[in-house]
């Protein structure tokens, strides 16, 4: 098991004018209970890929911006609960998911800063803790984002 403390860990992107980092986005202790990748999943218990990370999280916890940018999406999913997508620059995205509600500042279009308030984790349908889904989408595809963590 691993426990983070949310304010030490980053994640960094790097091109050659501009740097976009991206921190944790919880506010507070979590803790990784699935990484990218395969994995067996902990309820269907069937073998598949994982596009993000798991954090368990306490109830209490605040759900914050990973880095700043534009809302792109706000939505309800019946099996993920609230969703929030943020448009970054380089073509990067992050994806928050399994939150119980959002921040009524969240709207289409408008600009966030890092570590401006989400929301508050939930548990949705396949989840049995409180939880965020945390993904970074690139230019069309799902990457790792423990491949940017700085130690």
Excluded at 5 to 17: D, E, G, K, M, P
Excluded at 47 to 65: C, F, L, M, N
């Amino acid at each position: 098991m691993k426990v983070i403390a949310a304010f030490l860990i980053l994640f960094t992107v790097t091109n050659s004018a501009t740097t976009i980092s991206f921190e944790v986005p919880v506010e507070g202790d979590a803790q990784i209970v699935s990484e990218f990748g395969e994995r067996t999943h902990p309820v269907l218990q069937t073998t598949r890929s994982h596009d993000g990370i798991d954090y368990k999280v306490s109830k209490d916890s605040k759900i914050v911006a990973s880095s700043s940018g534009i809302i792109k999406s706000v939505r309800f999913l019946e099996d993920e609960g609230y969703s929030i997508i943020i448009k970054h620059d380089k073509g990067l995205e992050t994806h928050y998911s399994h939150l119980q509600s959002v921040s009524e500042d969240l709207v289409v279009g408008v600009e966030i800063l890092q570590r401006d308030f989400l929301g508050v984790p939930g548990k949705s349908k396949y989840a049995d803790v409180y939880m965020l889904h945390f993904r970074i989408y690139k230019n069309g595809a799902f990457i790792d984002p423990a491949l940017y963590l700085i130690n």
